[in-house]
């Protein structure tokens, strides 16, 4: 049975449950931190996201497409979003010193600070709806499982 012959390689119960509650409770999961985020640091999960990797960035930039990619976002969806941080004073864009016509997001001192500030939310949040939840085992495996599931997903479409 294969996609090629047309023929469908259907769910498992197991498999359906593994994928329907990986699926629910990931939604669920950024839901929650979101909220958390919003109502305690007045940020969404998504610029926090963008905070994050800017501030792992030499020095706190990255071009935009590489941005993209890290956020699973697509180019256009992350310039309105760098556009409305910018007018919050969060990030600012830059003309690469490699790549004049390369464009990279980097982190204000105002970012930074946001950052820092609403960074132990964040982490609490992560913990207590997440990580605690699981064994030392379970998060290994959960770390490898997914980071093979990454991989693939980042390889190029044929």
Known sequence: MSEE???VRWLTDTEMLVWRSYIVSTLMLRHRLHRELAEREDVSLIDYE?????????????????????LGSTKSRLSHQITRMEAEGLVRRVRQTCDRRAVAAELT???????????????????????????????EVLGRAFSRVLAHLSEPED
């Open 5 to 7: 012959s047309g023929e």
């Open 50 to 70: 963008v905070l994050v990797c800017l501030s792992s960035a030499e020095g706190g930039a990255m071009r935009m497409s590489e941005l993209a990619t890290m």
């Open 109 to 139: 001192e105002q970012g930074a600070e946001l950052l820092r500030r609403s960074a132990p939310t964040h982490v609490n949040g992560v913990r207590t709806h997440f990580v605690d939840l699981l064994t030392e085992q379970e998060q």
